[in-house]
């Protein structure tokens, strides 16, 4: 089975043609084609290509499956004996991507 290891919103994620995965937001609608340059490993059948930082001409494609929000992550701040708690609340903008091809 063939994998890349990409880079893309500051992470680097393992893909397999086929993966359905979360990224950061990324531009573009539902239909639309994603395209990962920053490759920076490729392998194939025991077959291991490193980049140095990155592999030269190799891509990975995807089609945006759909924008949306990811769970809602709260951090509470308190200070015991003062009186002080403060609750946060954030939710992350996602992209969901399918991996389609992978060319090296």
Same mark, same amino acid.
């Given at each position: 089975?063939?994998? @890349?290891?990409?880079?893309? =919103? !500051?992470? &680097? #994620?393992?893909?397999? %043609?086929?993966?359905?995965?979360?990224?950061?937001?990324? +531009? $573009?609608?539902? *239909?639309? +084609? @994603? %395209?990962?340059?920053?490759?920076?490993?490729?392998?194939?059948? *025991?077959?291991? /290509?490193? =980049?140095?930082? %990155?592999?030269? *001409?190799?891509?990975?494609? !995807?089609? %945006?499956?759909? &924008? #949306?929000? $990811?769970?809602?992550?709260?951090?509470?701040?308190?200070?015991?004996?003062? *009186?002080?708690?403060?609750?946060? !609340?954030? /939710?992350? #903008?996602?992209?969901?991507? &399918?991996?389609?091809?992978? +060319?090296?």
């Amino acid at each position: 089975m063939a994998y @890349a290891i990409i880079k893309t =919103g !500051g992470k &680097q #994620h393992k893909v397999a %043609v086929g993966d359905k995965l979360d990224f950061d937001k990324l +531009t $573009g609608a539902s *239909g639309d +084609t @994603a %395209v990962f340059n920053e490759v920076l490993l490729y392998s194939k059948d *025991g077959d291991i /290509r490193i =980049g140095d930082p %990155v592999l030269e *001409g190799a891509k990975v494609t !995807g089609k %945006v499956l759909n &924008q #949306h929000r $990811g769970p809602k992550v709260i951090a509470f701040k308190y200070k015991k004996r003062k *009186g002080y708690h403060k609750t946060i !609340g954030s /939710r992350r #903008h996602l992209t969901r991507v &399918q991996i389609e091809t992978i +060319t090296v």
